[in-house]
C-alpha cells in the first residue's frame, strides 16, 4: 500500500484543515467559489489530503465538499463528521464524486468533554466509536478516526478508544491537542505512550492535530515526529479556532530547512507557499502579521545595517532559507534608520539609478533625516530622495487650497486649488464621499489616469484633534508610487497624499524620459 512505504520512508503526510478548522474562526468563512480556489491552489502546493468541510453542518458546507471533491481530482478529500449516523453518511454523500474520499469520524474523549458537553458515559463513547468508524468503512475505504480533547483524556481510556476505532477499521488515528493545551514534551510523551499500547501501531497512521492557544501548535506537531506521527493536520496562515490551528507553512519549511535533523520530508511545493497565503489572505481578507513566520511581510526583511551587510555580502549569514523557496522574488530589505550606507546604495542601484560616489553621499544624509522620522523607507521615498536632492526635479503639482461640503442631506462636492506649472486652476466636482469628490476633482484638473490602488488613514497621535496621516497607493501604465500626506483635517491629508503621489508618478515619467 502506498501509503504505508511512504511513511515508512519517513515521508510526512500534510493533511490540510483550511477549509474546515480554519473557515470555522471568525471571519474566515469562504463561499463556494472561494472554497474551490483555495482547494485548487492546495492542490498546486501538492498536501496530501484536503479537509474540505463539515457537510452535515449546512447545506452550503455540504455543496462545497461536494464542489472540491467533483473538482479537484488525484487527491485525497476528507469530510469531518460526528459519530451519528446522518453526520456520516452526509460526509460520505458530499465526498462520493471524490477519486479519494476520507470520512473522518471524531468523538470527544476527555472526561470533561464526556461530562459538561456529551453527556455520555466512558462506555457509550466506546459504542458511538465502534459504531461510526464500521459504518464509516461501510462506504469508504480511507477512514480517520479523532479523538477531540485527547491531551486532556486519560491515558488508558485514550487508547482503549483509538484501539476501538482500529478494530473498527480506522487506518487513520489523530491526536488533537484542542484546546491548545500541551507542550512538546509531554505531547511526545504521549504520542509515544499511545503507539506502544495499540497493538500493531505500523498498520495504521498516526496524526497530529494541534491548536495554537499557547503559540506552540507547529513545537507541539514537530515534537510528536520524533515518537512516529506521520500526519500533520495543519492550516495555511495557522488560521482556525481562537488563536489558530498549526501552521503549514512553518512546518514545511522546518521539515524542510532541518531536515536533518527531523529526518522527514513532506512533498509540498514549498514555491507555492507565499501564494497560497496571499491568496487566503486576500480571500479571507485577513492578512498576516508582518512578523509571521515565513510568510510575514518582514519574514525575509532585513533591517539593522549589520544584517543588511551581511546578507548582501553573503546570504546564509543571516537567511535559514531563501524568500525564492517559498516563492518570494527575492529578498525585501527594508531600510530603516539602522541600515547603512551599502545598504541604500544598493537599493539605489536596484532601482536603476548610478550615482557618483558623491551623490550617494548628499542622498544618504537625506534618506538618514527622513528615516530617523518615518519607520520604514520604502523604495518611492528613496527615489523621491534621489529625485529630490540629487536629480533636482521640480514639483509639478501644487495644492493651493481645498475645501468641500458634505453632510447627511447633500450630495458631498468638493472645490481644489492646484498650481501646475505656474499655471493656477480650480475646479468644482462631486462624488460618494468628500474624498472622492476631492479625489475626482484633482484627477479632473491634473488630467491624470491614474488608478487608486490603496488609501489608508492613520491618526497620528491620540486625541480628536489628532493628525491624521493618509497614505495612498496609485498606479498608471505599470507605475506604482506611494502618496503621503498629514493635516489636522483628513480631507486636507488625502488631497494632499494624493498630490504627492501624482508628483512621484510625474517624477517616474520625466525619469524614464530622461533615461534614469
Ligand atoms: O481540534 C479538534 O479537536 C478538531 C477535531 C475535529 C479533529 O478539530
Ligand atoms: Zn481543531
Request: charged share 25%.
Amino acid at each position: 500500500m502506498k501509503k504505508k512505504e511512504d511513511t515508512m520512508n519517513n515521508k510526512i503526510l500534510i493533511f490540510d484543515t483550511t477549509l474546515r478548522d480554519g473557515e470555522q474562526s471568525p471571519g474566515s468563512s469562504m463561499n463556494m467559489q472561494e472554497k474551490l480556489k483555495v482547494a485548487q491552489q492546495l492542490k498546486r502546493l501538492n498536501v496530501d489530503i484536503i479537509e474540505a468541510g463539515f457537510p452535515i453542518a449546512s447545506v452550503g458546507d455540504f455543496e462545497a465538499v461536494k464542489e472540491v471533491a467533483s473538482m479537484v481530482k488525484g487527491i485525497t478529500i476528507a469530510g469531518l463528521a460526528r459519530t451519528n449516523r446522518e453526520d456520516v453518511e452526509r460526509a460520505y454523500e458530499a465526498l462520493k464524486p471524490a477519486d479519494k474520499p476520507r470520512i473522518h469520524v471524531f468523538v470527544a474523549t476527555s472526561d470533561i468533554h464526556l461530562k459538561a458537553k456529551l453527556k455520555k458515559t466512558r462506555e457509550e463513547v466506546l459504542q458511538m466509536t465502534a459504531e461510526s468508524v464500521a459504518r464509516a468503512k461501510g462506504f469508504v475505504d480511507d477512514v480517520e478516526f479523532s479523538a477531540e480533547d485527547a491531551t486532556r483524556s486519560d491515558k488508558d481510556y485514550l487508547v482503549e478508544v483509538f484501539q476501538t476505532a482500529i478494530d473498527a477499521g480506522a487506518t487513520t488515528i489523530n491526536i488533537p491537542d484542542t484546546v491548545g493545551y500541551t507542550t512538546p514534551d509531554e505531547f511526545a510523551e504521549l504520542i509515544r505512550y499511545v503507539r506502544t499500547n495499540i497493538k500493531a501501531p505500523d498498520s495504521v497512521i498516526i496524526s497530529v492535530h494541534c491548536h495554537n492557544d499557547l503559540g506552540l501548535g507547529v513545537a507541539n506537531s514537530l515534537a510528536a515526529l520524533k515518537e512516529g506521527a506521520r500526519q500533520i493536520e495543519c492550516t495555511i496562515n495557522g488560521i482556525g479556532e481562537r488563536a489558530g490551528n498549526a501552521a503549514l507553512e512553518e512546518i514545511v519549511m522546518a521539515l524542510k530547512t532541518r531536515k536533518n535533523f527531523f529526518q522527514c520530508y513532506s512533498d509540498v511545493v514549498t514555491e507555492q507557499i507565499y501564494p497560497s497565503s496571499r491568496l487566503l489572505s486576500q480571500i479571507t481578507g485577513i492578512s498576516v502579521q508582518p512578523n509571521k513566520a515565513v510568510v510575514g511581510g518582514n519574514a525575509f526583511a532585513h533591517e539593522a545595517g549589520i544584517h543588511q551587510d551581511g546578507v548582501l555580502k553573503e546570504k546564509l549569514t543571516y537567511e535559514i532559507m531563501t524568500p525564492q523557496s517559498i516563492g518570494l522574488p527575492s529578498n525585501m530589505l527594508v531600510l530603516g534608520k539602522h541600515s547603512g550606507r551599502h545598504a541604500f546604495r544598493e537599493r539605489v542601484k536596484s532601482l536603476g539609478y548610478e550615482l557618483t560616489d558623491e551623490q550617494i553621499d548628499n542622498a544618504f544624509v537625506v534618506f538618514k533625516q527622513i528615516a530617523d522620522k518615518k519607520k520604514e523607507v520604502y523604495d518611492e521615498d528613496i527615489e523621491a530622495i534621489v529625485a529630490d536632492r540629487v536629480l533636482h526635479w521640480e514639483e509639478k503639482y501644487k495644492l493651493e487650497s481645498v475645501n468641500i461640503a458634505s453632510g447627511t442631506d447633500m450630495l458631498p462636492s468638493a472645490t481644489v486649488k492646484i498650481t501646475m506649472d505656474a499655471n493656477v486652476v480650480t475646479e468644482s466636482g462631486s462624488g460618494d464621499g468628500p474624498v472622492d469628490a476631492v479625489y475626482k476633482t484633482i484627477t479632473s484638473i491634473t488630467k491624470t489616469k491614474s488608478r487608486l490602488m490603496r488609501y489608508q488613514v492613520n491618526a497620528i497621535t491620540g486625541g480628536t484633534d489628532a493628525q491624521g496621516e493618509v497614505s495612498v497607493r496609485i498606479e498608471e501604465d505599470s507605475h506604482t508610487v506611494s502618496g503621503t500626506g498629514s493635516d489636522t483635517d483628513i480631507i486636507v491629508a488625502s488631497a494632499k497624499a494624493y498630490i504627492n503621489a501624482l508628483n512621484k508618478l510625474e517624477q517616474k515619467k520625466v525619469n524614464k524620459i530622461k533615461g534614469f
